[in-house]
């Protein structure tokens, strides 16, 4: 029986040699294996194994039969995602600065990331009595009118996107709260993640029509109650799908 410990540490260490194989290919234009093993100072069969990898997953591909290589067209659709979450905040901040502005609440951005969703944009209305920076906080998923959102899209992709941390009851709960949220288009929260905190948000869609992100309007409960949150839900859904469609959906 093998040592486990010893097998994980031999896995990071792989997943480093791999990851300092695509910085010397990009820093360098291309790489042969010679080069690239006395560069990581292993044997070249070490570093050959390693080129193996990365190309079957198409992160790097071979030049012909010269025996260099160079970075692959598979790190495109992992250096699109990356891109787009930078792409949402440049394409949402005048959307977002318009809304604040009109109705003197805050408008956050927020992505999906790792079961939360995190804020990586906000714009401050000029009328407001109270600020609360939101900016790099991450929120939950099921308590929060932006996490909500995009769980919802989560969970119509994979049911077992849902939290396990849920008792039965719980869970259907929330996945009939989140299927309606699908279906509606935005979701809610009063004074669920904070006493005193009310909000709404919408989805923002990429070209293809996947929720990206969501775009959501908080306020203290005294400024923006229950009715309010009823009001203003068309501007912020009316935002989402602006957002979205300078992200290059568009909506049938």
């Known amino acids: 029986m093998g040592n486990p410990v ?19 290919i990009a820093g360098r234009g291309e790489a042969g294996v010679s080069e690239l093993a006395t560069a990581l100072d292993v044997h070249k069969s070490t570093a050959f194994r390693l080129l193996g990898a990365l190309e079957e997953h198409g992160l790097v591909e071979q030049i012909g039969d010269r025996g260099k290589y160079r970075l692959g067209f598979g790190l495109i659709p992992l250096a699109g995602r990356v891109a787009e979450r930078l792409e949402v905040t440049t394409q949402g901040r005048p959307v977002c600065e318009e809304l604040a502005a009109r109705l003197g609440e805050t408008v ?11 804020n990586v944009d906000q714009a401050r209305g000029p009328a407001m009595v109270t600020t609360y920076n939101w900016l790099g906080r991450i929120t939950p998923m099921r308590s929060t009118s ?15 996107a849902l939290p396990d941390d849920l008792g039965p009851r719980e869970r259907k709960a929330l996945a009939d709260e989140l299927a ?8 809610w929260s009063l004074e669920e993640y904070e006493t005193g905190l009310n909000a709404v948000a919408a989805p923002v869609r990429d070209h293809g029509g996947t929720v990206i992100a969501a775009l959501s309007v908080s306020g203290p409960a005294y400024r923006l109650p229950a009715e309010r949150v009823e009001e203003v839900t068309p501007d912020v859904v009316a935002a989402g799908r602006e957002v979205s469609r300078r992200m290059g959906y568009w909506e049938p």
């Open 6 to 24: 010893r097998t994980r540490e031999s896995g990071v260490q792989s997943v480093d040699r791999a990851i300092t194989v695509l910085e010397l």
């Open 108 to 118: 956050n951005i927020a992505i999906p990331d790792q079961g939360f969703a995190v």
């Open 146 to 160: 932006s996490g909500k959102v995009l769980l919802a899209a989560a969970v119509a992709e994979d049911p077992d």
């Open 180 to 187: 309606k949220v699908a279906e509606r288009g935005y979701a």
